[in-house]
């Protein structure tokens, strides 16, 4: 279905013990998303999942305190590899361009785990009770973002927009990419799409009149 490790990103930089953990994390949440594409999210449980894993469910809880936990594991690691990635470049480096640095060059590097959107993507779709958790883990992904601008820009996310701003353009960004590329009437792949979301955020959403003329020569 996807990549393990293209989930948990980059394990060759840690131990072998470390690795071990991620590869049995990984695999949980790729047989949480598997079982509940088949199943229907309702009806896929936690020893299930543990079972087809290869793990006993005391193992399951160990990493995960539910199946929804399980699902959304891989998200939630990318979010925090983002943070994470944009807290280590320079500081000089304009904001709305180190989002896209980021975002571009993790979509570049992990291909796999376009699959791995599509498929919570979709289940959310079928499932309300995912969706909401989703928007609950958005709005902590948000906050935690504006704190990282607000860092970068000097801005006071309690007070000012400009931090927000960043969060609702990169989610509309990053929403309108994966959409139109889901649907499967375009040969680009994400991450194209996700560096032409971030180009016409930047230029002011021009009109593309220009582009489509172009694109018809």
């Known amino acids: 279905m996807f990549s ?3 989930i948990f990103g980059n394990v060759s930089t840690i131990g072998l013990r470390e690795r071990k953990k991620a590869a049995t994390r990984a695999a949980l949440s790729e047989a949480a998303i598997r079982l509940a594409c088949e199943r229907g999210v309702e009806h896929v449980t936690s020893d299930a999942i543990a079972e087809a894993a290869g793990v006993s469910p005391r193992t399951f809880h160990n990493y995960f305190a539910n199946k929804e936990e399980a699902i959304f594991a891989g998200m939630a690691e990318f979010g925090g590899e983002m ?3 944009m807290r280590a470049l320079p ?3 304009p904001v709305w361009e180190a989002v896209r640095q980021v975002i571009v060059g993790l979509a570049r590097e992990r291909p796999d785990t376009t ?3 599509v498929a919570v993507v979709r289940l959310m779709e079928r499932s309300p009770a995912l969706a909401v958790r989703h928007d609950a883990m958005r709005e902590e992904a948000g906050r935690a973002l504006a704190g990282v601008v607000a860092e970068r ?3 006071d996310p309690d007070r000012d927009l400009y931090p927000h701003l960043i969060g609702a353009a990169l989610h509309a960004a990053v ?3 994966v959409n139109l590329w889901r649907v499967g009437k375009t040969d680009r792949d994400l991450a194209d799409l996700l560096d032409e979301a971030f180009d016409q955020f930047r230029a002011g959403l021009p009109d593309p009149s220009a582009l489509i003329e172009a694109r018809r020569q």
Do not use: N
């Open 175 to 177: 929403t309108a990419a």
């Open 91 to 93: 500081v000089g480096e």
């Open 83 to 85: 943070l994470a990635a």
């Open 115 to 117: 699959d791995l959107m």
């Open 153 to 155: 820009t000097g801005t």
């Open 4 to 6: 393990k490790f293209a």
